[in-house]
């Protein structure tokens, strides 16, 4: 999912998105603080849902749906006697038809519950199936899990069930642990409409005044994902060359923007082409991948139909990524959430990075700055009742997204994609759900490197570092001193190989300092003058308010350094030394040799020493400097 809110620091730099809408998700999040029940799932997992046959009346001139869903299950426990449904109280149940039965039911209002009890038990691993008919008008939470709107006077409607909402407009079992095997989607509405869903049109028949769209889909899919978007549709499609054939995009647009959508969405070829070859190849290529227009100012991944806002690069790389990371394999508790976000953020980056990468370079800090702009926050989600925690925009997507950046840094491009590519491949994994440990072994059976510490400091805990450097060079001899503080307690030192870059008007050289404490010393032969060092200068690495302080070749027999003004009164000042130099010592003597004033080690920051004098007694005294560069003394007379 991307609201346009989120993808704003993106947007700000690489433009190619529409309008931001901060109220609009302000008010999605406080509909979804006034409506009950934040659960995932209360559904008893104790069948394997194998097939669902969905069949809907929806006329989007009004809020109302009629439905029948017809369950094919199997019982993953012996004993098994009822069947449990996420479904809102709400709606009328008309019937529970098994084997041309009717049966009884309960619904629990507050756990959003429906439960059905079987006449007999059913056998393990038996398939077996029921039918469910109800009616009535939704309620809608989350997103705007069942929205009845307009545009340009021509009404809609959509479905957005992430996290939570899928139970508010039809009984499923909305968990993440059990996909869907296979679905087949039919929609009853007005002739003037089209149906969008998931899978391949089979069919759209007349029945009178109204049409019936058959949509089909054979690939697993989890609840949430499953949905319908019924408007006056223009459709058309655009289709990508890939090594195994031809991939359709099939487009599903208001007539109204038919003309500015067709302009648009061939960019979605190269967008795919991209990811195909990073990852492997798109996993529904069987079926299709697509685009549904709707009113929401932000995209969401429903498997091989994506419903947008609009269809700007960066949102149409997003959710299109998400059919990799999100639908194939879906996180598998929403504390994981970032497997789909982080991840789909940054495909959308290296998409950016391939075809803009000007824009790409310059929009960088900009994610560094909003990333840590405030000193915690986990990738990992602390709270997932919480809607506006799951999707937050700093941590689950750009924190996320930063996190798999680190990684390709630490552990190198070849070990990076190859985690990535086994991943996808698991089959414990494809087509099912997957939890961050699950993806942890991948990266680090492929770069063959321990990364506990990595997961620990950057995903499961809090904060980011700011480095300080200190760099010397006397002859070929470059030495750098590495330290650091962390933003927030939960980590008390960031351990990562930072890159740091030395330059001078005969050449630069970029070193990788392998940071395993704070106060490191790093020696390098170096065979040109260094004027300059930068740290991270790429920003392979998440920190902030880093700062570097060196010289070269400096005595400070040699240098202009002064101390001003002589005769004192109320201070005097030492000038003309280069910032960063360590000061090991500074004392005053007077003339009897007592000394009467010591400042002890500290780094001279601004190249400037000041010093008070107004309490010495008027007389002559002698200042000694002793730094890392040389030792000078000074007399000066107080008045
Ligand atoms: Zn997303």
């Known amino acids: 999912m991307c609201c346009v809110l989120i993808s704003v620091i993106v947007k700000a730099q690489f433009s190619h998105e529409e309008s931001s809408c901060k109220q609009i998700s302000d008010l999605e999040q406080e509909q979804w603080v006034k409506s009950k029940s934040p659960l995932s799932s209360a559904a008893i997992n104790n069948n394997d849902i194998v097939y669902h046959r969905c069949y809907w009346e929806v006329d989007p001139s009004v809020n109302y749906i009629k439905g029948s869903i017809t369950t094919f299950f199997?019982?993953?426990?012996?004993g098994f006697n009822k069947i449990e449904f996420d479904f809102v109280s709400s709606f009328t149940i008309n019937s529970v038809f098994y084997h041309s039965v009717s049966l009884t039911y309960t619904q629990q209002s507050s756990a959003d519950l429906l439960t059905i009890t079987f006449p007999s038990t059913i056998p393990k691993g038996a398939l077996d199936s029921l039918t469910i008919n109800y009616e009535g008008q939704p309620s809608g939470n989350g997103f705007g899990s069942f929205v009845q709107t307009n545009h340009q006077g021509a009404p809609i409607i959509w479905t957005l069930s992430e996290p939570f909402g899928a139970k508010t407009w039809w009984p499923c079992k909305q968990n993440l642990a059990d996909k869907i095997d296979s679905i087949d989607v039919f929609v009853k509405t007005p002739q003037i409409n089209r149906v969008a869903s998931n899978g391949i049109l089979v069919s759209e028949n007349l029945s009178g005044t109204n049409k019936i769209f058959h949509w089909k889909s054979r690939y697993p899919i989890a609840a949430y994902l499953v949905a319908i978007g019924v408007t006056n549709y223009d459709s058309y499609s655009d289709f990508v060359p890939l090594q195994t054939g031809s991939l359709q995009v099939l487009n599903y647009v208001y007539p109204e923007n038919l003309s500015s959508a067709k302009a648009s969405t061939p960019d979605i070829i190269k967008i795919i082409q991209l990811f195909d070859s990073l990852l492997i190849d798109y996993p529904f290529a069987k079926e299709k991948y697509g685009h549904a227009q709707i009113g929401w100012a932000g995209g969401m991944e429903h498997q091989t139909m994506s419903f947008m806002g609009g269809f700007g690069l960066s949102l149409m790389a997003h959710e299109c990524a998400h059919q990799w990371f999100g639908d194939y394999i879906t996180c598998g508790s929403w504390e994981d959430i970032w497997l789909n976000e982080g991840f789909a953020t940054y495909f959308e980056w290296l998409n950016t990075e391939r075809y803009f990468p000007d824009e790409w370079r310059n929009g960088l800090p900009n994610i560094v700055k909003s990333i840590t702009s405030q000193p915690g926050g986990s990738v990992l989600c602390d709270d997932t009742t919480s809607v506006s925690r799951i999707f937050d925009s700093r941590l689950s997507y750009s924190k996320g997204g930063y996190l798999l950046r680190m990684l390709r840094w630490k552990i190198g491009d070849v070990a990076f994609y190859k985690a990535l590519k086994n991943y996808l491949k698991d089959a414990a994994l494809k087509n099912k759900f997957a939890k961050t440990p699950q993806l942890i072994s991948h990266c680090e059976v492929s770069s063959g490197q321990?990364?506990?510490?990595?997961?620990?400091?950057?995903?499961?805990?809090?904060?980011?570092?700011?480095?300080?450097?200190?760099?010397?060079?006397?002859?070929?001899?470059?030495?750098?001193?590495?330290?650091?503080?962390?933003?927030?307690?939960?980590?008390?030192?960031?351990?990562?190989?930072?890159?740091?870059?030395?330059?001078?008007?005969?050449?630069?050289?970029?070193?990788?300092?392998?940071?395993?404490?704070?106060?490191?010393?790093?020696?390098?032969?170096?065979?040109?003058?260094?004027?300059?060092?930068?740290?991270?200068?790429?920003?392979?690495?998440?920190?902030?308010?880093?700062?570097?302080?060196?010289?070269?070749?400096?005595?400070?027999?040699?240098?202009?350094?002064?101390?001003?003004?002589?005769?004192a009164h109320e201070r005097i000042y030492i000038s003309g030394i280069p910032a960063g130099v360590l000061q090991e010592e500074l004392s005053i003597t007077d003339v009897l040799g007592r000394t009467v004033y010591v400042d002890n080690t500290k780094t001279i920051v601004s190249g400037d020493i000041e010093i008070n004098t107004g309490l010495l007694p008027t007389g002559v005294y002698i200042v000694r400097l002793h730094t890392e560069i040389g030792t000078r003394n000074f007399r000066f007379v107080k008045k």
Do not use: C
């Open 74 to 78: 199997k019982p993953t426990v012996t």
């Open 450 to 567: 321990d990364l506990t510490k990595f997961f620990d400091q950057w995903y499961y805990k809090q904060g980011y570092p700011s480095y300080q450097l200190r760099w010397s060079q006397s002859g070929s001899a470059l030495t750098l001193t590495l330290s650091q503080t962390t933003s927030h307690s939960s980590v008390s030192f960031f351990e990562m190989p930072v890159p740091v870059k030395l330059a001078g008007k005969d050449g630069d050289s970029t070193v990788v300092l392998n940071h395993i404490f704070s106060g490191q010393i790093f020696n390098f032969s170096l065979h040109f003058s260094a004027s300059k060092v930068f740290i991270d200068p790429d920003l392979k690495l998440l920190s902030a308010n880093n700062t570097v302080y060196g010289f070269n070749d400096q005595d400070l027999k040699t240098l202009e350094v002064v101390l001003f003004p002589n005769p």
